[in-house]
């Protein structure tokens, strides 16, 4: 028999705003002292009023037009009715049948809405904040995080496997790095995803879905695609003996690798749905700043823009295109290496292409193996950050780097000399690589008279062997390039040196 998986997703991040959503207290996820940035409506006091954070709404419209949604006219705040101990007045403040953005797409993927809603305080049981043991069955309870802005966003039932979930929330938090709205590091919880998983009997043809069940709360792209994995699994074999899957809430036991049964899945009606009537409807279009103009003509380059363009512009290849995107800064700090090639007398592309590879191979390398700054994915900047390239090139100058390609390309530098000085530029990063070379004698030797005296000398001290290539042995050539090389320190250029050797050998001169 075949199944047919459908996933769906709910993604919850927090937004990077100066204060919570209701309140003026500060939004500070990285806040270690407890119940510090809070006041009486973040912590539910009855008879205070929320007031709605601007920003915060400006984030998500700005999220919806990135994706290309269909940002709300009209839209109101709901109470959703729910009772846990870090929920403070016993309903959450979020958005029901008015969500600020619907529809748009990500990564391939539909999307069905984006609401904003106010966080939960957080959790610790048998444990303190810090992660010492407490004793005993006791939770404890801080409300830094209560009424933090939390969007969230539901895409449709469209995705069948696990990997392209996976590709989505990865999509989803570099979108939200690019545009400012939040680090969405999930190790931190500041971006939460559930899985909405169903598996139907039928295959591909199947026009129907499966009895689907969420899983909670999973922090890991990892933890993502093992949890979809595992369901789908789950399902099917529960299919294959004739038993019925359960509508229900199932969390995610990491280290065992399985889901398990929390709760029944409510529906919206458990909930008790009705308007906030503390706050005011909004009616989006009067508000000049969140018009579709405006918000257009504010939003940085986007990930897939940089990612077509690092291909188109550059030649890069998927791999390096995605160590760009992947980190802003790095892509920057390329692209003022580029500016600054432009008035060196060299091919263009030969330029961009050996700036890619120095840059992304052997650079990042020296600089991971140093282990003295973070590389590639850790560095995040987002887009519109006019000093990211800056940061960088404290490493090394753009400039400088631009003179080194330069000197490969004008054949001033061997592969091996380029790499010897490139690894003196990282420790000296000050000094341009001209001087470098020079100081350390890596200049290729392009001086033809220099260059025959080097080799008639090599020449004479290896009769034998001359005399084996004369006799037809190719390896006797490579033998000879090496000692000269060696000779000269690596300055010869080694693609001049065969036309030499063969010069003085058959060109009717005797080697000294």
Known sequence: MEYLPTIGLEIHAELATASKMFCSCKNDPDEECSNTNVCPICLGHPGTLPVLNREAIGKVLS????????????????????????????????????PLVSGGALAGVELERIHLEEDTAQSTHGQDVKGRTSGGDVSLIDFNRSGVPLMELVTKPVIHDAATAVQFAKELQLLLRYLGAGEANMEKGEMRVEANVSVAAGGVSTANLGTKTEVKNLNSFRAVERAIEYEIDRQIKLLEKGEKVVQETRGWDDRKGVTFSQRSKESAHDYRYFPEPDIPKMMISEIPEFSHESLSKNLPELPWDLRDRSKRDYGATDKEAEMF??????????????????????????????????????????????????????????AGDNDSAAKFSQ??????????????????????????????????????????????????????????????????????????????????????????????????????????????????????
């Not at 959450?92 to 049948?97: E, F, G, K, P, R």
């Not at 190719?474 to 000779?487: P, T």
């Open 325 to 382: 995107v992947e980190d802003r800064m790095l892509a920057d700090y390329f692209e003022e290496i580029v500016k600054a090639g432009k008035g060196f007398k060299v091919d263009d592309k030969k330029f961009v292409r050996l700036a890619l590879n120095y840059l992304l191979t052997d650079y990042l390398g020296a600089l991971k193996k140093k282990n003295s700054v973070a590389v590639s994915g850790a560095c995040q900047s987002v």
């Open 63 to 98: 999220i919806g037009v990135a994706v290309n949604g269909t940002p709300a006219d009209f839209t109101e705040w709901d109470r959703k009715q729910y009772f846990y101990p870090d929920i403070p007045k016993g309903y959450q403040i979020s958005q029901y049948a008015y």
């Open 395 to 512: 490493q090394i100058p753009p400039k400088h780097w631009a003179e080194l390609i330069g000197m490969i390309i004008n054949g001033e530098l061997s592969s091996r000399g380029a790499k010897d000085t490139l690894a003196e530029m990282i420790e000296k990063s000050t000094e341009s690589p001209r001087k470098i070379a020079e100081t350390r004698g890596l200049l290729q030797q392009n001086d033809a008279e220099a260059l025959e005296k080097t080799v008639r000398t090599v020449l004479d001290a290896n009769k034998s062997v001359v005399e084996e290539f004369k006799a037809g042995k190719k390896a006797s050539l490579q033998y000879l390039i090496g000692q000269v090389m060696k000779e000269t320190r690596g300055s010869a250029n080694p693609a001049a040196i065969p036309a030499v050797i063969e010069k003085l050998i058959y060109g009717g001169l005797t080697p000294i």
